[in-house]
């Protein structure tokens, strides 16, 4: 695909229901779950094969394969060796009819699966704590009684999923013992637990976008705002002679925000971003400075760089 609009085939590979490659490796689905490797495209080789008839959906995160196998089970592999994986758990719950896919979170302590087949009162989605592979505990759920789930996407402290007859969904999973929609688009008109409407998301695109097809309407594109963050000053803001905190402005802020704060007399300034937990995000000021008013702006990231999730933040 070096030239989009000509792709050239160069190798082949026996059909599959679902593909996913990384580092060099494919992993494809159905029959079974075969593991490929890419070294030479020309010529696909298979390293290893689950064998069996049943299989839906793979993804891997690190050196972790999630195995989401249809009618049976979710099974759990290490893949350091690609072509010899180890198996480290099994998700066999009863009320899952049926393993379609999922995705796990960034720190690949939680994994959200979507059973495609269920029917309420049954959960769509589950979501289960492999801090211990070998014990998977199950901890939240989610469930609509008029639609069924697809597929889903993690990114960060956001699931986006696609839900057929309600559309597109986006949960807040930053507790992921109590998922919570915090937006949603209806695509389709259908209603009821029936495969129409949002058939698939996709969020890869470097601009942030978020493509959603359509089985009646066509190909949809979503822009997604992170939810609003709000600061507050500390509680020692203002008590001391020698230094005042302002409020800060805007506030709820997205995606900035300015500080503002007053020196009586010159001395050693340190202002820090906290979270609600206490926890410090981002050091804003650090130094000597002399008397006077002052502003800094934050721009709703941790010393990483990287966005916050909404809430409360103390300054």
Known sequence: ISDPAFPQGVGCFPSAHNIWSDNGYLYAEFDGLKIYSLSDPLNPALLWSSGGFDGHDAITHGNILYDFHGYSVTNIYDITTPGTPQLLGVIDDPTIAY????????????????DDLSNAPSPDITVWDILDPTNPVRIDEYADNDAIVHNIYVRGNYAFVSYYTAGLRVFDISDPSNIQVIDEYDTNAGTGEVFAGAFGCYIEDPR????????DNGLFVFEFETPLVGVEPGDIAGTINNFQLQQNYPNPFN????????????????LI???????????????EQSSGDYSINWN?????GNPVSAGIYVA
């Open 300 to 304: 709703g990231t941790d010393s990483n």
């Open 255 to 270: 995606p900035s925000t300015t500080l503002r704060y007053q020196l009586n007399r010159a001395g050693e300034v340190s």
């Open 99 to 114: 393993n379609h896919s999922g995705d796990v979170t960034e720190d690949g302590r939680y994994l959200l699966i979507c």
């Open 208 to 215: 942030g976008l978020i493509y959603v097809s359509d089985w």
């Open 273 to 287: 971003i906290y979270n609600s937990l206490g926890q410090p995000v981002k050091n804003l000021v650090r130094g």
